[in-house]
């Protein structure tokens, strides 16, 4: 939590990227239609056609909680954010490394502080995009993993425990579907060895019991009925081809290493963590008959990022990594879902090495302490040991990172979407414009953030919007109000009375031109009514 509140510095303050535009307007698109569906939260771009289906759990959650608490949208978002990155995500990595591994005080300790010392997780995806989907996505991840493999053991002993856990999978996964989908094909990836180590003993079984043939098939018309959807749902949930257009960033053997040392991105090593995981790696080779779907599905999750980060273009990587749009940054966000597994099972190993490693002489001290003392030195050493590792984990990586994201959610006169001066002049537009009237603004420059932050609508909420032809003239040609008077006529049938002009400088650097909203200082027909810096608030008193 204090990791993530360090980053954000301040409750109002918003990530001062591209992306943070669309996820912010949503959130205010959602409390104004009363819809959080995936299916409709595309209307916030385009208004008129068909509009395409769109993971909306992260904005519908956002969303529930402005109305529960009242708070603002930037506020509740970073609430939101650091209830998924510091409650969610370690639940969820304690969950998951007790299934995998064993239900002891050690491996719930090792798992809940580890998942705070990756950098990839929750840290990277706050400061690149910003991808909040995808973080909460990743951070139910765990949860739907874990029960995923309970179901499959549960199924595989037939144990009791198999119905209600293929319920509870059965309930997150299209919770996790609509948080995003490529979450699905981490599922389908990382849960592949376990469903191939319930074929086999069903295998096994049926071989040990002499079963007759058509029984014996069952296994292998399984494994047939697998890869075939397994194959169909990994080829389908994938974006479109060209937006895969992320490059590798790395060689083969740097992205085999970033992997394997329980790092990525380029970021220091997290040294503690690493070390875990390769003792880990070495724990389970060692006891590969109970450990080798642990292996494998690390070893996938590995291959996912070497390839991505690594390989160059061509189809097989575009259909290993081309639902993670080819992008690197995404795929590295899924290495600690499983690397923790792993280094908890290092740690639990090194903990049963200490606990069986007894001399006659502390046999011989150990009885003249009462149970009382042992139990509370016992406890004073489980906190000076809790403390040592989380402090250590909290080093290098974490901190480099958080510092990095930091930098995003900056408010100054230097921050790229909304300079401070803007900022302040979204609080003050509610003494100005009626809630009935709607504003023009290049989104580009941050304006259009008016409908979140100030909740006034705006002619484009989103930079990839596809506006009507009466949006499309007045942005051309309000400048011209005097002259045309088909300005005024399509002014007023959008009741677009007022301009925000946050100058030339775009979230992107780029150049987007938008004639009729520039150089409106002097003309005829606007009253500047407001203005914070060189941030202006213009109302076009001519077509009053």
Same mark, same amino acid.
């Given at each position: 939590?204090?990791?993530?509140?360090?980053i954000?510095?301040?409750?109002?303050?918003?990530?001062?990227?591209?992306d943070?535009?669309f996820?912010?307007?949503?959130?205010?698109?959602?409390?104004?239609?009363?819809?959080?569906s995936s299916?409709?939260?595309?209307?916030?771009?385009?208004?008129?056609?068909?509009?395409?289906v769109?993971?909306?759990?992260?904005?519908?959650l956002?969303?529930?909680?402005?109305?529960?608490?009242?708070?603002?949208?930037?506020?509740?978002?970073?609430?939101?954010n650091?209830?998924?990155?510091?409650?969610?995500?370690?639940?969820?990595?304690v969950y998951?490394?007790t299934?995998?591994?064993?239900?002891?005080?050690?491996?719930?300790?090792?798992?809940?502080?580890?998942?705070?010392?990756?950098?990839?997780?929750?840290?990277?995806?706050?400061d690149?995009g910003?991808?909040y989907?995808l973080?909460?996505?990743?951070?139910?991840?765990? *949860?739907?993993?874990?029960?995923l493999?309970?179901?499959?053991?549960?199924?595989?002993?037939?144990?009791?425990?198999?119905?209600?856990?293929?319920?509870v999978?059965?309930?997150?996964?299209?919770?996790?579907a609509?948080?995003?989908?490529?979450?699905?094909?981490?599922?389908?990836?990382?849960?592949?060895?376990w469903?191939?180590?319930?074929l086999w003993?069903m295998?096994?079984?049926?071989?040990?019991?002499?079963?007759?043939?058509?029984?014996?098939i069952?296994p292998?018309?399984?494994?047939?009925?697998?890869i075939i959807?397994?194959?169909?749902i990994?080829?389908?949930?994938?974006?479109?081809a060209?937006?895969?257009?992320?490059?590798?960033?790395q060689?083969?053997?740097?992205?085999?290493?970033?992997?394997?040392?329980?790092?990525?991105?380029?970021?220091?090593?997290?040294?503690?963590?690493a070390?875990?995981?390769? *003792?880990?790696?070495?724990?389970?080779?060692?006891?590969s008959?109970?450990?080798?779907?642990?292996?494998?599905?690390?070893a996938?999750?590995?291959?996912?990022?070497?390839?991505?980060?690594?390989?160059?273009?061509?189809?097989?990587?575009?259909?290993?990594?081309?639902g993670?749009?080819?992008?690197?940054?995404?795929?590295?966000?899924l290495?600690?879902?499983i690397?923790?597994?792993?280094?908890?099972?290092?740690?639990?190993?090194?903990?049963?090495?200490?606990?069986?490693?007894?001399?006659? *002489?502390d046999?011989?001290?150990?009885?003249?302490?009462t149970?009382?003392?042992?139990?509370?030195?016992?406890?004073?050493f489980?906190?000076?040991?809790?403390?040592?590792?989380?402090?250590?984990?909290?080093f290098?990586?974490v901190?480099?990172?958080?510092?990095?994201?930091a930098?995003?959610?900056?408010?100054?006169?230097?921050s790229?979407?909304?300079?401070?001066?803007?900022?302040?002049?979204?609080?003050a537009?509610?003494?100005?414009?009626?809630?009935?009237?709607?504003?023009?603004?290049?989104?580009?420059?941050?304006?259009?953030l008016?409908y979140?932050?100030?909740?006034?609508?705006?002619?484009?909420?989103h930079?990839?919007?596809?506006?009507?032809?009466?949006?499309l003239?007045?942005?051309?040609?309000?400048?011209?109000l005097?002259?045309?008077?088909?300005?005024?006529?399509?002014?007023?049938s959008?009741?677009?009375?007022?301009?925000?002009?946050?100058g030339?400088?775009?979230?992107?650097?780029g150049?987007h031109s938008?004639?009729?909203?520039?150089?409106?200082?002097?003309?005829p027909g606007?009253?500047?009514?407001?203005?914070r810096?060189?941030?202006?608030?213009?109302?076009v008193?001519?077509?009053?």
């Open positions: 939590m204090f990791r993530m509140l360090s954000f510095q301040s409750p109002e303050n918003i990530s001062q990227t591209f943070n535009v996820h912010l307007n949503a959130v205010r698109f959602i409390l104004d239609s009363g819809s959080a299916f409709t939260i595309g209307r916030l771009v385009d208004q008129v056609g068909q509009p395409g769109y993971p909306a759990a992260w904005h519908a956002v969303s529930l909680v402005v109305q529960l608490t009242g708070m603002p949208i930037p506020g509740t978002v970073n609430v939101s650091a209830v998924i990155a510091a409650v969610i995500w370690p639940s969820g990595c998951l490394a299934r995998l591994t064993r239900i002891t005080p050690l491996a719930i300790t090792i798992s809940a502080i580890s998942s705070a010392g990756f950098s990839q997780f929750p840290y990277l995806l706050v690149f910003v991808l989907p973080m909460l996505a990743t951070a139910g991840l765990p *949860f739907v993993l874990g029960a493999v309970a179901a499959l053991k549960a199924m595989g002993s037939r144990g009791g425990l198999a119905s209600s856990a293929v319920l999978f059965a309930l997150g996964l299209p919770g996790l609509f948080a995003h989908p490529s979450a699905l094909l981490a599922v389908l990836a990382l849960g592949t060895p469903i191939l180590e319930l003993t295998h096994s079984s049926l071989k040990a019991n002499r079963a007759r043939l058509p029984a014996r069952l292998l018309a399984g494994l047939l009925a697998f959807s397994a194959s169909t990994w080829a389908l949930l994938r974006p479109d060209a937006a895969a257009f992320w490059p590798p960033i060689s083969l053997s740097q992205a085999f290493g970033e992997a394997v040392t329980a790092t990525a991105m380029g970021l220091p090593i997290p040294v503690v963590l070390a875990l995981t390769i *003792f880990g790696i070495y724990a389970a080779f060692a006891r008959r109970e450990f080798w779907p642990l292996l494998l599905a690390f996938i999750g590995s291959a996912l990022y070497v390839v991505v980060s690594g390989m160059w273009f061509g189809r097989f990587r575009t259909f290993v990594t081309g993670w749009y080819n992008d690197s940054y995404r795929v590295a966000a290495l600690p879902v690397t923790i597994p792993v280094l908890v099972l290092g740690a639990v190993r090194i903990g049963d090495y200490f606990k069986n490693l007894h001399s006659p *002489f046999a011989k001290l150990l009885r003249h302490i149970r009382a003392r042992q139990t509370k030195a016992f406890a004073a489980l906190v000076v040991l809790t403390m040592a590792f989380a402090a250590a984990t909290q290098q990586t901190g480099t990172e958080t510092r990095n994201a930098a995003s959610y900056q408010l100054n006169d230097a790229k979407l909304l300079s401070k001066d803007e900022y302040a002049l979204l609080g537009v509610d003494d100005y414009i009626p809630v009935n009237e709607t504003v023009i603004g290049n989104p580009w420059t941050g304006a259009s008016v979140a932050i100030s909740n006034r609508k705006t002619l484009e909420p930079m990839f919007g596809k506006p009507t032809d009466d949006v003239f007045v942005e051309r040609r309000l400048n011209q005097g002259l045309d008077p088909r300005v005024c006529d399509a002014v007023r959008l009741r677009s009375f007022w301009v925000l002009d946050f030339s400088r775009e979230v992107h650097d150049t938008y004639p009729g909203t520039s150089a409106l200082a002097g003309r606007f009253r500047l009514a407001e203005q810096g060189t941030a202006k608030l213009y109302e008193v001519g077509c009053r």
